[in-house]
DNA sequence: CCTATTTGTAACTGAATCTGTTACAGTAAT
DNA sequence: ATTACTGTAACAGATTCAGTTACAAATAGG
């Protein structure tokens, strides 16, 4: 993993889908719309929610307002979910492509020891992810958002989502739909 | 970081280091003999020692019987220093691009939102690293190593290292030293 | 049943990154 | 002086990544 930005996109529609069920009617969200919102190409989105989907975490429906949902309740999904349904998400560090000369008592000792403590990183990495779920990461990137932005903090938060669904409709017009 | 090899290198290359001055006479040793064991060129070794060299864990020498050798006892540098040495060491999941479209909320909340669980998620990866130094490390990929392979608890550690020296030397003769 | 909309996936492209390599100037030991 | 190294620039090939076009399959709604 890293270098690319796969793991950050997969959370941003996360985040959109479950901020629809959240916050908003919970219908599907299509390609289209989650492309504008990451300002990518719907492909790399489907490509994305293709592999939410085999883990369970999201669901699509083909057809005239189709598009993704969330599988399951927000709060029972976490990050590491996000970060396991993704086909690159293991291995932090690269020991695969370790091809050191056996001929070397460092080069026959050093990929179990590596792999060994890339192990326990990882999990490490995963108790983090692990904690967080994305409900609590839709709340800080939305609901944190908003307040600060109205700087209002005694509205509900499904106001303050009507209220920016209003200011931001012009921009979304090209898409026909918030 | 991830995809790449350099972490694994710079580790094997300290391991190396770390060896010499633990197990043996200290000496530097050239980056032609550190490639045979990670089996790479020459350059790539200079390359991550010349990384390990600005962040003062190994120095080096020019000139004949020049090379490598490491700057500090193995017990005071940890496996973060190692992480930390390289330039690429930072930001274990790519937020840098984020190119999220600020016409949405969602897309304004992201990537504040992912820089913040990019820290946790990478102080937690760097406490795991910083509880192991090199030397341990060392311990692990050497002492182990030769204590399988020769079904030998009971030597010391400097007289394995001697055996598996003797049977590995004509593997090396082409580098004429061990 | 027909049409419009949307997913899912294959295929291709250009850009970027990664690794390996050659080359050579600078430095130090003998 | 010569020899043996480092340090670094420059380049090439392989791989990966992101974006794009294209199209079959599915489905809603008239």
Redesign the interface.
């Known amino acids: 993993?890293?270098?690319?930005?796969r793991?950050?996109i997969a959370?941003?529609i996360m985040?959109?889908l479950a901020?629809k069920k959240m916050y908003m009617d919970g219908q599907p969200l299509n390609s289209e719309y989650m492309a504008?919102?990451?300002?990518?190409n719907p492909v790399v989105i489907r490509r994305i929610v293709s592999e939410l989907k085999r883990a369970g975490l999201v669901d699509a429906k083909t057809g005239p307002n189709g598009g993704a949902f969330i599988a399951k309740d927000p709060s029972r999904i976490t990050?590491a979910d996000i970060y396991n349904a993704l086909k690159d998400g293991g291995?932090?560090?690269?020991?695969n492509?370790?091809?050191?000369?056996h001929?070397?008592?460092?080069?026959?000792?050093?990929k179990p020891?590596?792999t060994?403590?890339v192990g326990?990183?990882e999990s490490?990495?995963l108790?983090?992810?692990a904690k967080?779920t994305i409900k609590e990461?839709a709340i800080?990137?939305?609901d944190?958002?908003?307040r600060d932005?109205y700087k209002d903090q005694t509205s509900t938060i499904e106001e303050l989502?009507q209220k920016?669904q209003q200011d931001?409709n012009s921009?979304?017009e090209h898409l026909e739909k918030i």
């Open positions: 993993m890293i270098g690319n930005t793991f950050l959370t941003h985040v959109g901020g504008y919102s990451v300002n990518t990050l291995d932090i560090f690269n020991v492509e370790c091809k050191a000369n001929c070397c008592v460092i080069g026959r000792g050093i020891a590596f060994n403590l326990e990183a490490a990495l108790d983090v992810l967080k990461f800080e990137t939305i944190k958002t908003l932005e989502v920016v931001e921009t979304f």
